[in-house]
């Protein structure tokens, strides 16, 4: 991927910096909403993004087959947009004036092979650069927008149709010979995380404005080192937004999106401490009625680990392959990643905030038989670098 100019990198650093904002770090006058523990959920109006909010992403994950059964895919788009405080001074409004800052994470891997590529853009938004639009959105339901990598034709698209409810995606890296063209259409109400969708993350008041998307309908196109190949498949997308996050102690987190045979669907989120004790802890668990139940206390014991080749000294090895417990709905769940490498870094020789992360596909089976009962997807942040360390200490 070419080399990013060094405007580019300072943007691509100020994104990361703002888009996991700690707990209680707002000024006296704070230049973003306070997340709102009152939101009044509107669809397909918060699908769009919300102006005033200091971060927000659209995370999509999912699989997908090949239509003639040749070849399986695990595959991942993120769009995260982080607001930028106004400029003090400024003499009059401009269009050209970046209100906030856009980044892309495109990942794809073929679950046989366990060839796997990943992807980053990052851009300000700006006339000709990166868009995000409120509802009605723009052009065709346009929720957002960014070009591709510099050097390359391409560019990311992720937008909503009322009527068909469904989400059409793009996103293409022509040099790393790797896309995807999707529509993801929803099939089930929205999973709320948390009392109305307010998603506490610590004790001193850290928290999102959380729902979920899962068992949505996919299909289109993907391409990894080769033609576009046409399948079919199933995602999951996760929607946050507000304006505080982690608590000083935290250093990153486990996420578990899982979508179980027998018609249940279980997140799970525990945020981490320095030593790895779990800091603060939660899931939501619905079932096939769509009943909704939010859980206290899911317990998680790591089986084994995954060390990059490169991790530097001080770095933890990720965990690989979990024992997931929820006492109270009689739970007992290993999950299993289905590669081992599923780590989310920039390459030797590309420039950019290196923001490293395992964001990987998982099979889920009994505790006890080994039996298959699902699927789903793992996100592992704060284990290379914790998270207060990327942001400078802040």
């Known amino acids: 991927m070419p080399a990013r100019s060094p405007v580019a990198l300072v943007l691509a650093t100020a994104?990361?910096?703002?888009?996991?904002?700690?707990?209680?770090?707002?000024?006296?006058?704070?230049?973003?909403?306070?997340?709102?523990?009152?939101?009044?959920w509107q669809f397909p109006r918060d699908h769009w993004f919300h102006d005033g909010y200091r971060t927000e992403w659209w995370y999509f994950v999912?699989?997908?087959?090949?239509?003639?059964?040749?070849?399986?895919?695990?595959?991942?788009?993120?769009?995260?947009?982080?607001?930028?405080?106004?400029?003090?001074?400024?003499?009059?409004?401009?269009?050209?004036?970046?209100?906030?800052?856009?980044?892309?994470?495109?990942?794809l891997a073929d679950l046989d092979s366990g060839e796997r590529e990943f992807v980053q853009v990052v851009y300000r938004e700006a006339p000709g650069l990166a868009a995000f639009h409120p509802f009605p959105g723009g052009a065709g339901g346009e929720i957002a927008r960014t070009p591709g990598p510099p050097g390359t034709a391409s560019r990311w698209e992720l937008a909503f149709d009322p009527d068909r409810r469904a989400f059409t995606m793009a996103a293409a890296d022509g040099a790393a010979g790797v896309g995807l063209e999707l529509t993801a259409r929803i099939t089930a109400s929205p999973l709320f995380h948390g009392p109305r969708g307010y998603h506490e993350k610590s004790p001193g008041g850290g928290?999102?404005?959380?729902?979920?998307?899962?068992r949505l309908e996919v299909s289109g196109r993907v391409r990894l080192g080769g033609a576009m190949i046409a399948g079919s498949g199933t995602g999951w997308l996760d929607r946050e937004f507000g304006s505080?996050?982690?608590?000083?102690?935290?250093?990153g987190w486990d996420w578990f999106g899982l979508t179980l045979d027998d018609g249940r669907d279980l997140m799970v989120y525990l945020l981490r401490r320095e030593d790895g004790s779990v800091s603060w802890a939660s899931g939501t668990l619905r079932d096939p009625a769509g009943d909704t139940i939010e859980l206290e206390g899911p317990e998680v014991e790591a089986l084994g680990e995954f060390r990059p080749e490169d991790l530097e000294e001080g770095g933890r090895p990720y965990p690989a392959g979990w024992r997931l417990r929820v006492r109270s709905e009689e739970l007992d769940l290993r999950v299993l990643p289905l590669l081992a490498d599923q780590e989310n870094r920039l390459g030797a020789g590309e420039s950019g905030p290196d923001i490293p992360y395992w964001e990987g596909a998982a099979e889920v089976l009994s505790w006890d038989r080994g039996a298959v009962?699902?699927?789903g997807f793992v996100e592992l942040t704060g284990y290379r670098t914790p998270i207060p360390a990327l942001l400078g200490g802040q």
């Open 244 to 251: 505080s996050w982690l608590a000083a102690e935290q250093i």
């Open 373 to 375: 009962l699902g699927r």
């Open 15 to 40: 994104i990361f910096v703002a888009a996991v904002p700690l707990a209680g770090q707002e000024p006296q006058e704070p230049a973003f909403r306070p997340t709102d523990p009152g939101h009044v």
């Open 207 to 214: 928290a999102s404005l959380y729902y979920s998307h899962t």
């Open 62 to 107: 999912g699989f997908l087959s090949a239509d003639d059964g040749s070849r399986r895919f695990a595959w991942q788009l993120t769009l995260f947009r982080s607001g930028l405080p106004p400029a003090d001074g400024s003499p009059a409004p401009s269009r050209w004036a970046a209100r906030s800052t856009a980044m892309g994470h495109l990942a």
